[in-house]
């Protein structure tokens, strides 16, 4: 397509991590930057703070929360478990860890 946006569209899959780089959450993201920036809202933390895993909360004041790119494995997960959703302009968020009900 000349002269047109030549920009890839696609999403990267870009997992979210906490304490001891412990795979936490999957969503998608056209950049890393912007998964970094939802990665950086206090609103995240705070919601992730109410949900526990084996008792534990996900995450808390001191955690450490850092976005990499998903494996192979973590992003078939994510497939898995958000095929079936409409499309949003909503992010969609997959947790890779049990949660406590």
Known sequence: MEGGDQTDHRFTFSIFTKINDRPTLAWQAKRHADAERLREHD????KLSKITSHGTPLCDATATMKVRLATAEEA???RRATQSTKPSS?????????LNG
């Open 43 to 46: 609103r995240l933390r705070t």
């Open 76 to 78: 078939a997960l994510y």
């Open 90 to 98: 909503d992010t969609n968020v997959v947790y890779l860890v049990d």
